[in-house]
């Protein structure tokens, strides 16, 4: 009887589940979710968060930097979810972090889940340039990268 009452919760549960998730869906990319694409003259960042209120990038020189040199607001994508942000100089080197508001309050920053290269305790991911930097030369600021 307690196998057949287990089974039954769980059944019960994952309908549940498949209920909710119809109901109240989520947009998601469609493509796999590119964080940060560095283009020389111009990145592009992108944080997947379809229940944030607001999202903003922060840029920082070091991984080890208290104030962030550059904080853009960024626009929100209801197709995919995403909230994307451009910047248009050259950023290669430098480090970010997204923020999210949720709830009317902002939550703490984060490198995001998607972030290719990461500073010091992985607080912060970094603008590399994939096409054209050797591992070698990532690798700064006494091992920030």
């Given at each position: 009887?307690?196998?057949?009452?287990t089974?039954l919760m769980?059944?019960l549960?994952?309908?549940a589940l498949?209920?909710c998730?119809?109901?109240?869906?989520?947009?998601v990319?469609?493509?796999?979710l590119?964080?940060?694409?560095?283009?020389?003259?111009?990145?592009e960042?992108?944080?997947?968060?379809?229940?944030a209120?607001?999202?903003?990038?922060?840029?920082?020189?070091s991984?080890s930097?208290?104030?962030?040199?550059k904080?853009?607001n960024?626009?929100?994508?209801?197709?995919?979810?995403?909230?994307?942000?451009?910047?248009?100089?050259d950023?290669?080197?430098?480090?970010?972090?997204f923020?999210?508001?949720?709830?009317?309050?902002?939550?703490?920053?984060t490198?995001g889940i998607?972030?290719?290269?990461?500073?010091v305790?992985g607080w912060r991911?970094?603008?590399?340039?994939w096409?054209n930097e050797?591992r070698?030369?990532?690798?700064?600021?006494?091992?920030?990268?």
């Amino acid at each position: 009887m307690k196998i057949f009452k287990t089974l039954l919760m769980g059944t019960l549960a994952v309908a549940a589940l498949a209920s909710c998730a119809s109901e109240n869906a989520l947009p998601v990319p469609q493509a796999p979710l590119e964080e940060c694409v560095y283009m020389g003259d111009r990145t592009e960042f992108a944080v997947w968060a379809p229940t944030a209120e607001a999202a903003q990038l922060r840029l920082y020189h070091s991984a080890s930097d208290e104030a962030a040199f550059k904080i853009v607001n960024m626009k929100y994508s209801r197709k995919d979810g995403l909230w994307k942000a451009t910047v248009k100089e050259d950023v290669k080197g430098a480090f970010y972090t997204f923020q999210i508001k949720r709830n009317g309050e902002w939550l703490p920053e984060t490198a995001g889940i998607a972030a290719k290269a990461v500073g010091v305790n992985g607080w912060r991911g970094a603008v590399v340039d994939w096409e054209n930097e050797s591992r070698k030369a990532v690798i700064k600021q006494g091992g920030d990268v």
